[in-house]
C-alpha cells in the first residue's frame, strides 16, 4: 500500500485546511481503515484522527481529545482516499501530518504502529 498526502500549507489561526491522502496498491481500499499522525521535530508523533473500515454500517470515527470538535476525518472508497478537514486552526496544530493504513483496524493507527505511512504534509499555523 503506498499513501500520497497532500494539502499542507500556512494559514493564520482561525482558518481552516483540508488534507488529502491517496491510496494505491491495494484492491480493496475499503478494507483498510485509515487514520491521520502527526509531528513536530523533536517530539513524538502524535495520533489525531482514524476512521474504520467501511462495513456498510455508519462508519466508526476516533480524534484526539486535542482536535475533537475542529478535525473531521472522511474517506472515499471510489476515490481510495481520505481527508481530514481542519477548522478553527491553531498555533499548536503546527506539524507535520502522515497518514497512515492499517487492515487491523483504527487500533494500531491510534497507537502509532499502522503497518502503512506515507510521507508528511506540513501545517504551519501562524498566529
Known amino acids: 500500500v503506498q499513501l500520497q498526502a497532500s494539502g499542507g500549507g500556512l494559514v493564520q489561526a482561525g482558518g481552516s485546511l483540508k488534507l488529502a491522502c491517496a491510496g494505491s496498491?491495494?484492491?480493496?481500499?475499503?478494507?483498510?481503515?485509515m487514520g491521520w499522525s502527526r509531528q513536530v521535530p523533536g517530539k513524538e508523533r502524535e495520533f489525531v484522527a482514524a476512521?474504520?473500515?467501511?462495513?456498510?454500517?455508519?462508519?466508526?470515527?476516533e480524534y484526539a481529545d486535542s482536535v475533537k470538535g475542529r478535525f473531521t476525518i472522511s474517506r472515499d472508497d471510489q476515490k481510495n482516499t481520505v481527508s481530514l478537514e481542519m477548522n478553527n486552526l491553531k498555533s499548536e496544530d503546527t506539524a507535520v501530518y502522515y497518514c497512515?493504513?492499517?487492515?487491523?483496524?483504527?487500533?494500531?493507527?491510534?497507537?502509532?504502529?499502522?503497518?502503512?505511512w506515507g510521507q508528511g504534509t506540513l501545517v504551519t499555523v501562524s498566529s
Open positions: 497512515a493504513a492499517d487492515i487491523r483496524g483504527p487500533e494500531p493507527i491510534q497507537s502509532g504502529k499502522a503497518d502503512y
Open positions: 476512521i474504520a473500515m467501511t462495513t456498510g454500517g455508519p462508519t466508526k470515527t
Open positions: 496498491g491495494v484492491t480493496f481500499f475499503s478494507n483498510y481503515a
